[in-house]
């Protein structure tokens, strides 16, 4: 009996290590997937923050206008606009 108490014994402390070793490298392969992902997830916010900034700065009236003029494009004269007043259509239920 004494004997197979020591012979679980000394297999039992090798294979301990050894899991002990494995979650030292899963703990080791997560965190280094965690940085990716964050260094990921920074890029994309100063990407998304580039691209808002982007549209902010090509929807200004005076890019507009920069870009109109590039065109050949010019102001319509107040004159010479029509305004259309478009009526909402009635609702089929309702009657007048």
Not at 71 to 77: E, F, I, Q, S, V
Request: one cysteine or more; hydrophobic letters at 40%.
């Amino acid at each position: 009996m004494k004997r197979i108490l020591t012979a679980i014994l000394c297999l039992a402390v090798p294979g301990l290590f050894f899991l002990n070793a494995w979650e030292g490298y899963r703990y080791n392969a997560l965190a280094d997937q965690i940085a990716s992902l964050e260094k990921q997830q920074k890029d994309l916010l100063e990407a998304n923050r580039d691209t808002i900034g982007q549209i902010a700065y090509e929807g200004s009236p005076d890019r507009i206008a920069e870009k109109a003029g590039t065109l050949g494009l010019a102001k319509p004269d107040p004159a010479a606009v029509t305004r259309l007043q478009v009526e909402p259509a009635a609702s089929e239920g309702s009657t007048q």
